[in-house]
């Protein structure tokens, strides 16, 4: 399969355009603590974000909403703020708003006023929210300027807004359902963006993006095997350091088959007759044939892209064995628990390989099976 995709992609590169300003390459928290220090304005900031995307954007497709000249007129009052010492209240102190005036940008799946809310899903094409989630609303309080929503769906490819492009090379993936973040991140478009995760969205997207992704939330579902010799040599690496630096003993535990079967039974809590993914597609109105879809394809008349297609294909193949390899995984979970005690480490692969090429991950998943 892989032979096959190198041979019509090639090893095809692309650099984006050199970054023009070196705070693009700052953490949020310093870029907020230098407009603080009045170091540098939150008008510069965005506007040198903002130009940076719409530089990219024809190469990446990242963004499906922009606001920015909102976004610069909020940047602009944050200045005045800033500049206005006297009237400086406690209200807008580092610790009450510690990302006063820093862009930022938004998954498609989360709701902004005014924003398509389509998560990639045919369905809800012209669906646009009407409301701010909360959590997006708790951002604003913390002082980020909102720039844009991200691209969304499964390896970076939807049929209502076309594929993400890696930044690295535009023949890879980005990663998904959050690659779109992930890659804004990366293309240095944005200094942080907000992504979900529930099999590894936000795992997967920041590895292939190459940047640093946090999950919030406990491990729920996750399995990856048969890693390229280049993933072996670089875990082969990271024990090694950790060994010889801190005189560590470093335990393997032995891998598990079928880890696609595995990871799929763990999104669905083990549920027998659980096809959420095949129904979500469908905007919960229907449940979707991934048999059918396929051959609809083969005539140009389905409205999904193949990732989606060969989720819903797996979701159906692998429904009725759902509960026992839920018993597997959740027996597996338990061992490395005890291996990792109250204090442990688990070094474990976030992707079996680097980005593979577009199109290719849904045949690497169809062979796992």
């Known amino acids: 399969i892989r032979l096959g995709f190198h041979l019509i992609y090639g090893d095809q590169k692309f650099k984006l355009q050199p970054i023009a300003y070196q705070i693009l390459l ?91 809310n389509s998560t990639g899903i045919a369905a809800r094409e012209n669906i646009i929210a009407t409301e701010t989630a909360t959590f997006v609303e708790n951002m604003l309080k913390s002082g980020v300027i909102l720039l844009c929503n991200t691209n969304i769906k499964f390896s970076g490819q939807n049929s209502l807004y076309g594929t993400t492009n890696n930044p690295y090379n535009l023949t890879r993936i980005v990663g998904g359902s959050s690659g779109g973040a992930g890659c804004i991140v990366s293309a ?17 997207s920041s590895f292939i993006n190459g940047i640093f992704g946090h999950k919030t939330l406990p491990v729920d579902a996750y399995c990856v ?11 082969r690496q990271v024990v090694q350091h950790f060994e010889n630096t801190y005189k560590i003993h470093v335990t393997p535990f032995n891998r598990r088959r079928y880890p696609v079967s595995l990871w799929s039974a763990m999104m669905v809590n083990g549920e027998l007759s659980s096809r959420d993914f095949s129904l979500a597609i469908r905007d919960h109105t229907a449940h979707t044939n991934g048999y059918l879809e396929s051959l609809k394809k083969l005539f140009f008349r389905s409205t999904y892209v193949l990732a989606t297609i060969g989720l819903a294909i797996v979701e159906a193949l692998l429904m009725k064995h759902n509960k026992r390899f839920h018993k597997v995984a959740h027996k597996f979970y338990e061992e490395i628990q005890i291996l990792l ?13 680097s980005a593979s090429v577009h199109g290719q991950l849904t045949l690497v998943v169809a062979q796992e099976i």
């Open 26 to 116: 700052e953490p949020a928290t310093v870029i907020a603590k230098s407009m603080r220090q009045r170091q540098v304005t939150s008008y510069e900031v965005v506007r040198a974000y903002i130009g940076r995307l719409k530089s990219v954007q024809s190469y990446l497709n990242v963004y499906v909403d922009e606001r920015f000249e909102e976004a610069l007129d909020e940047a602009r009052k944050v200045d005045e703020l800033l500049d206005n010492k006297d009237s400086f209240s406690d209200q807008y102190s580092e610790e009450r708003i510690p990302f006063l005036g820093v862009p930022f940008a938004i998954k498609e799946s989360m709701q902004f006023i005014g924003f398509h």
């Open 188 to 204: 240095t478009g944005v200094p942080f963006g907000v992504g979900a995760d529930i099999g590894g969205s936000i795992r997967m």
């Open 225 to 235: 095997n048969k890693l390229d010799p280049e993933q072996k040599l670089a875990h």
């Open 341 to 353: 005690g109250d204090d442990g480490i688990l070094f474990f692969p976030t992707f079996p390989q």
